[in-house]
C-alpha cells in the first residue's frame, strides 16, 4: 500500500499525482504543503528552489534587524552629541531598546557576528540622514564615518541628569 496522500494531492490509478499551491499564487499555503512533505519525509515533493529562496531571505531579514537597531541606535547618540539642548527621556528610551534588539539579534543569530562591521557600516549613512532629517541640520554638521567606538555604541551611559528639564 502507498503512502496516503499529504492535503493538496490526489491519488488516480494508484500514483500521487501533484494538485499543489503554487508559491507564486499563496505563499502561506505553499509553506504550510511544504512543511507537511517535509514531516512526511516526503523530499522528492519539496519544491527545492523557491524552499532555498525563502531560506535566503531569512537569513537577509536578520541581517536587516541587525543594521535596524544599529540605525536608530547611532542616530539617537548622533542627536543626543549634537543637539544637547533637545535631549528627551525618550531617547534614553530608545537607545535601550534598541541596544537590546542587537544584543536579541546576535544572542539567536550568532553567526551574524563576524557581520557586525558590515551592518553598522550599511545603516551609519542612513543613521546620519535620519539624524539630519529630525535635528534640521545638515547632514555634514554630523561626521561622515560612525564616530563610536563598539565600546560607545553598546555601553555608553546616558543619564536622566542632563536631559533638559521640561517646564509644565
Given at each position: 500500500?502507498?503512502?496516503p ?37 516526503r523530499v ?5 528552489e ?23 541606535l547611532v542616530m ?11 535631549r ?6 530608545s ?9 536579541r ?17 550599511n ?19 554630523f ?5 563610536y ?20
Amino acid at each position: 500500500m502507498g503512502e496516503p496522500a499529504l492535503k493538496g494531492e490526489s491519488q488516480e490509478g494508484g500514483t500521487s499525482r501533484p494538485n499543489r499551491t503554487r508559491y507564486e499564487d499563496d505563499l502561506y499555503t505553499w509553506v504550510q504543503e511544504q512543511v507537511a512533505f517535509l514531516r512526511a519525509g516526503r523530499v522528492d515533493a519539496l519544491d527545492l528552489e523557491h524552499i532555498a529562496e525563502e531560506l535566503e531571505g531569512v537569513s537577509k531579514s536578520e541581517f536587516a534587524k541587525l543594521q535596524s537597531a544599529l540605525r536608530v541606535l547611532v542616530m539617537h547618540m548622533l542627536k543626543w552629541d549634537q543637539q544637547p539642548e533637545h535631549r528627551t527621556p525618550s531617547w534614553i528610551f530608545s537607545i535601550r531598546e534598541q541596544r537590546r534588539r542587537y544584543g536579541r539579534v546576535l544572542q539567536d543569530n550568532p553567526g551574524l557576528k563576524p557581520r557586525i562591521h558590515e551592518a553598522l557600516g550599511n545603516a551609519y549613512p542612513d543613521a546620519r540622514d535620519w539624524a539630519s532629517d529630525e535635528t534640521h541640520l545638515p547632514p555634514d554638521e554630523f561626521p561622515s564615518e560612525c564616530p563610536y567606538t563598539w565600546d560607545d555604541i553598546l555601553n555608553r551611559p546616558f543619564d536622566f541628569d542632563s536631559v533638559k528639564k521640561q517646564r509644565p
